[in-house]
């Protein structure tokens, strides 16, 4: 099975809120997101033609930021992929038609502020910051906001976790509008590129001799 078959099978079940696809996450990006009220679970997804190489790096980028977290593979990747994750971290296998949950996703105790706020643009950031009392922000780059919100102790984690899924539920419909508008120059630079097939060349016939009269 392939990521678009999986995804497939994984958006029916996602009820309640919203849920964005490839969500910068740290370095990287997550594959699905689901966002409620309550929570943000994210969604890593393996088909059968990936490999398990950045399971490690996406882990650590997904474990600072979502409530919930859950590995999506096939049968095939089953057997490596369970030594590489923690057991808070729910794993679901896809196979043609559904999805199994081997083991459900518990809550995530590992949670930081700062990798929370990191799922926002900077100006996101900057404005819940100053709305809470904080001068000097405005000019900062987005390391350094990044900071102040590390050792913002003074704020609730609960709080920023709100206002992330309020702004990102916010956003949705723009980014779906952007990602449309993407496709669509996608779409049309490559009609642009495609080159009109040429017809084969008639091989021309030689020249039949006349015969010389003796």
């Known amino acids: 099975m392939n990521d678009p078959e999986i995804r497939a099978l994984l958006y029916p079940l996602l009820t309640g809120g919203v849920y964005v696809d490839e969500l910068p996450t740290g370095s990287t990006r997550v594959d699905v997101v689901h ?7 994210g969604y890593e997804v393996k088909g059968d033609g990936d490999t398990l190489q950045r399971v490690s790096r ?42 199994r949950v ?48 590390r050792n913002a102790h003074s704020i609730p984690l609960s709080v920023l976790a709100q206002y992330v899924r309020e702004q990102l539920t916010a ?5 779906l509008e952007a990602r449309a508008e993407r496709k669509a120059e996608r779409q049309r630079l490559g009609t642009r590129r495609r080159k009109p097939k040429r017809k084969p060349k008639k091989r021309r016939q030689p020249a039949k001799s006349t015969p010389r009269s003796i």
């Open 171 to 175: 956003r949705l419909p723009q980014r």
């Open 102 to 149: 081997h083991r459900p996703a518990l809550y995530n105790a590992t949670v930081e502020r700062a990798a929370v706020a990191d799922l926002l643009l900077l100006e996101e950031v900057r404005q819940f910051l100053m709305a809470r009392g904080l001068t000097g922000v405005s000019w900062l780059r987005r390391r350094e906001v990044l900071n102040v919100v």
């Open 35 to 41: 966002i409620t009220e309550q929570f943000m679970h």
């Open 58 to 99: 996406q882990l650590g980028c997904y474990a600072g930021a979502y409530d919930f977290v859950s590995f999506i593979v096939t049968e095939k990747h089953l057997p490596k992929l369970l030594p590489l994750l923690p057991e808070w971290v729910g794993v679901l296998v896809a196979s043609p038609g559904q999805l």
